[in-house]
Nanobody, 125 residues
Framework: TQILVESGGGSVQTGGSLRLSCAAS????????MGWFRQAPGKEREGVAV???????FVAASVKGRFTISQDNAKNTLYLQMNSLKPEDTAEYYC???????????????????WGKGTLVTISS
């Protein structure tokens, strides 16, 4: 059974930082690109960041310069370092494995294979 488990969410004030982690198991981690997407109440799913072979990373314009995606292949673990957080970053954040190793919007739209149950990030002003 393929499992992705996110952790690290929480509540912080504007300007704060959080680091999300995602532990993957039950499949060959290196077979897919990994990424993060988020979904706020009443809004559509939004791709945030993607990382592919060779640790090539793609980050959405809305978070560029503030969020960094990374991975530890030996631990089958994906990370998202989030700095300078804003209230508009408030959402449920999901870790996912997919077949599209390119911009986060395409990652979410095409070929998602597995995703976790999410971790909630709340930013207060």
């Amino acid at each position: 059974t393929q499992i992705l488990v996110e952790s690290g969410g929480g509540s912080v004030q504007t300007g704060g930082s959080l680091r999300l982690s995602c532990a993957a198991s039950g499949y060959t981690y290196s077979m897919y690109c990994m990424g993060w997407f988020r979904q706020a109440p009443g809004k559509e799913r939004e791709g945030v960041a993607v990382i592919g072979p060779g640790d090539i990373a793609f980050v959405a314009a809305s978070v560029k310069g503030r969020f960094t995606i990374s991975q530890d292949n030996a631990k089958n673990t994906l990370y998202l370092q989030m700095n300078s957080l804003k209230p508009e970053d408030t959402a449920e954040y999901y870790c996912a494995a997919g077949q599209t190793c390119s911009d986060p919007a395409a990652f979410v739209r095409y070929g998602l294979r597995y995703w976790g149950k999410g971790t909630l990030v709340t930013i207060s002003s």
